[in-house]
């Protein structure tokens, strides 16, 4: 069956799902980082803002991203179907249909971006605007089909949740907020290709030129360590930059040293079950790794460690 009869195929089935299948196709693990690292952007903000102005802000963004979602699945259905990952979500697995999906994106992304607008400023409410967009047709449209790039460019929208959240209460973007971007934007590649590593198959079935597929598994494996060299100082550069204290200095060096190591094995060790191990482990850890940063940050601040 063809790419384009499979999504025939699912147009023409399904539909009418329940309330949980709307609510895997907002993405709801992916929004739970984003929510996270909103907050992170809302608490660090210089000034004040009223308790339920900020619930509002980071409900929309966290909306915002749920639509992003959906989105996506409305777009990648054809390949969703293919991927073993991806099989059983809403559309492929028949739960929705394409027709829904798009229509409850669509009314999400309006809706999160116009309540955002009005509830804090449009600064925020256009930074929110252009992650949906980036998210859904640069990424989602062009680049994930199109270049073994598509991660490093893409990553720009998921990196944009703090520096939201910042824009929520300030009405501006500062470096402070473009700092916590670009955490999020180099740790991005690696982390997404340690994935792309041990679910190649995957990627191979569906025809998306994710870097090992399109350079094969040693050039990734050279580029997973290069970014995780220059996501290092990247790391610490809030401590740099004077908004973090010496807790969040010695946590995001130990850290960093601790992401090298997980790369360096993966660029060591190249072939058999261990290959994969090794890419399963970064995987793990880079998530532990983000986590950790941003918590640090919001517990500092919350504690009045910070700077």
Same mark, same amino acid.
């Given at each position: ?9 699912? !147009? ?15 993405? *709801?693990? =992916? ?11 809302? =608490? ?7 308790? @339920? ?38 559309? *492929?697995?028949?739960? @929705? ?15 999160? @971006? ?22 859904? =047709? ?47 934007? !180099? ?21 998306? *030129?994710?870097? *090992? ?15 995780? @060299? ?49 890419? =399963? ?27």
């Amino acid at each position: 069956m063809t790419l384009m009869e499979q999504t025939e195929t699912i !147009a023409e089935t399904g539909g009418h799902g329940e309330v949980r299948d709307y609510i895997a196709l907002l993405k *709801p693990r =992916v929004m739970s980082l984003v929510i996270f690292t909103a907050l992170v952007g809302v =608490v660090l903000a210089p000034t004040t803002q009223h308790p @339920v102005l900020s619930f509002v802000a980071l409900l929309c963004i966290a909306i915002g991203a749920g639509a992003s979602g959906a989105l996506n699945m409305w777009w990648d259905a054809d390949i969703d179907r293919i991927m073993s990952r991806t099989q059983n979500r809403p559309i *492929p697995a028949g739960k @929705v249909t394409p027709q829904e999906a798009l229509a409850f994106g669509l009314t999400l992304s309006g809706g999160s @971006v116009v309540t955002l607008g009005l509830a804090t400023n449009w600064v925020a409410a256009g930074l929110l605007a252009f992650t949906i967009f980036f998210y859904v =047709v640069i990424y989602t449209m062009w680049l994930k089909r199109s270049t073994p790039q598509n991660i490093v460019i893409g990553g720009a929208a998921g990196a944009l949740p703090p520096v939201v959240g910042w824009a929520a209460v300030t009405g501006t973007v500062s470096i402070e907020s473009i700092a916590l971007f670009m955490i999020i934007f !180099a740790w991005t590649p690696p982390h997404f290709w340690a994935l792309a590593l041990f679910k190649n198959d995957d990627y191979k079935a569906a025809k998306i *030129p994710m870097l *090992p597929v399109a350079a094969g598994e040693t050039a990734t494996r050279h580029q997973i360590l290069l970014y995780s @060299v220059i996501l290092m100082p990247i790391g610490v550069s809030p401590y740099l930059l004077g908004y973090a204290g010496i807790g969040y200095g010695v946590l995001s060096t130990v850290a960093g040293l601790g992401f090298l190591y997980y790369a360096v094995q993966v660029w060591r060790t190249r072939e058999g079950d261990a290959a994969h191990k090794a890419a =399963v482990k970064l995987f793990k850890f880079s998530l532990l790794y983000l986590s950790g940063l941003f918590a640090a940050l919001l517990i500092e601040h919350l504690l009045g460690l910070g700077v």
